[in-house]
């Protein structure tokens, strides 16, 4: 998975000198730095846990002879804490670093490609589940209703959706899923992960403020 990642990471900083003369752009809504708490749970119908998130771009291009009209590298780290749904409803902590790669290919349409790092134990044990796993997540994110919002509301953002699928590796077992963000970087969002086997269903609403 890491090799993926540092390939494609690779090929955008040679790009760089195959770019256009650089232009100052206006960042993108999904490219501003963003800071984000929650309410989530694990396992549960009750929103008893915690989250906190922040994601910012480290450099930003025009059009590439790879990567279409705009791409752009950024980093991030989400913490998520709360109480399992299981017959010792113990405490859970979940930390994950992060570094993107995120390319347009037409309007607010978005491809992206993450690799990170995430630790989760449980606080009462000190059991490690998902214990030193590398994270390989991709998919899309689309920017929808920006005119009509901006018209009757005071968002000019539109609604971001982002639809992900994640890969999960340590010493234990791989496993595959999925997240959805409804609203991402928006001042209120939605989000929902879960493991293709049902396992492991997350989710939970964020509060963000975005920074110009």
Avoid: C
């Amino acid at each position: 998975m890491k090799k993926i990642l540092a390939t494609l990471l690779s090929t955008l900083v040679m790009s760089t000198a195959a770019a256009e003369p650089k232009v100052e752009r206006e960042l993108a809504h999904n490219e501003k730095t963003s800071l984000s708490v929650g309410l989530m749970s694990f396992d549960s119908s009750e929103l008893d846990g915690q989250s906190l998130g922040y994601e910012t771009t480290l450099l930003r291009l025009g059009k590439t002879r790879f990567f279409g009209e705009k791409s752009s590298l950024y980093m991030g780290t989400r913490y998520l804490t709360g109480e399992t749904d299981n017959t010792m409803n113990s405490d859970l902590t979940e930390s994950e670093s992060y570094v993107g790669l995120r390319m347009s290919f037409g309007g607010d349409n978005w491809l992206f490609i993450e690799e990170g790092y995430l630790v989760q134990k449980e606080q009462t044990t000190n059991q490690f589940f998902r214990a030193n796993s590398d994270v390989l997540r991709f998919g899309i994110e689309n920017n929808i209703l920006t005119n009509w919002l901006s018209e009757h509301t005071r968002l000019e953002s539109g609604i971001n959706i982002r639809v992900a699928i994640e890969m999960y590796d340590n010493f234990d077992e791989d496993y595959e899923g999925y997240r959805i963000d409804l609203g991402y970087k928006s001042p209120f969002a939605l989000f929902y992960q879960n493991d293709f086997s049902n396992n492991e269903p997350v989710f939970g609403i964020n509060f963000t403020h975005t920074f110009k």
